[in-house]
């Protein structure tokens, strides 16, 4: 892997056995025999890709494409089944509403608790809460549980955490949709100042207009297949 590339895939794939319910396995031992598998489930097939410092990936495809599934084997929340993946540098990852939020805890427990699942220091989080807080924007309920925050609220303090330290590489599913659409723009737009700064982003999108706008490169998913790579234009 080059000083440049920051993330790369090398025939990496993700596949799960196949799966039998438990009537199934009470039929198979009354008949005294495991059952024949029917063959495992191939989430995303071998893939070969490299993402070099700042540059921008989209990921696209219908629902069930592997489009998530390629998120969380670069983030590292996932292992791959086949091949490998290797990173550089410090990942944030935004996969899933709420992801490493507790939510009995406040928000501003929540900022110091995810801070540490992220890798970052006190002294790192505690020089960057000032500015977490002000960006997710979230007034008084910053000190209340976050069990009692709207989808968006936990969308604002999660994009907030996770970019609070500029990261290596940024990795983003579309939860950031969930958001009401001035801080989506708020979103793209510290996105933009991110990678203009040097840091990789990985996103996935349903927009083909969203991907043109903000992706160098852009990976098209069918069935857990790479259908495509190629610039966005």
């Known amino acids: 892997m080059s000083s440049?590339?920051?993330l790369q895939f090398t025939e990496a794939g993700k596949s799960y056995p196949p799966q039998r319910t438990p009537l199934i396995q009470l039929w198979n031992q009354l008949r005294g025999r495991q059952g024949t598998a029917q063959g495992s489930f191939h989430a995303l097939k071998p893939l070969s890709l490299q993402v070099n410092r700042g540059q921008s990936?989209?990921?696209v495809g219908l629902n069930g494409a592997g489009k998530s599934t390629l998120l969380q084997l670069a983030a590292g929340t996932l292992t791959p089944s086949t091949g490998q993946v290797v990173s550089?540098?410090?990942i944030a990852a935004l996969l899933e509403l709420?992801?490493?939020?507790?939510?009995?805890?406040?928000?501003?427990?929540?900022?110091?608790?995810?801070?540490?699942i992220l890798g970052r220091s006190r002294k790192q989080i505690e020089e960057s809460i000032d500015w977490i807080i002000d960006y997710a924007d979230i007034g008084h309920f910053i000190d209340e549980p976050v069990k009692v925050?709207?989808?968006?609220?936990?969308v604002r303090?999660?994009?907030?955490?996770?970019?609070?330290?500029?990261?290596?590489?940024?990795?983003?599913?579309e939860i950031i949709a969930v958001g009401d659409e001035e801080f989506q723009r708020k979103c793209f737009d510290y996105m933009r100042e991110l990678r203009h700064s040097g840091t990789t982003i990985a996103l996935v999108t349903h927009s083909l207009s969203l991907a043109q706008e903000m992706c160098d490169e852009v990976v098209w998913l069918d069935h857990g297949k790479v259908k495509q790579v190629g610039p966005d234009r």
């Open 4 to 6: 440049d590339t920051v």
């Open 57 to 59: 990936l989209g990921i």
């Open 88 to 90: 550089q540098g410090r």
């Open 98 to 116: 709420g992801s490493g939020f507790n939510p009995e805890a406040t928000g501003r427990e929540n900022i110091y608790l995810n801070g540490a």
């Open 149 to 154: 925050y709207s989808s968006g609220m936990t």
């Open 157 to 173: 303090l999660g994009f907030a955490v996770a970019v609070a330290i500029r990261p290596t590489i940024l990795i983003v599913d």
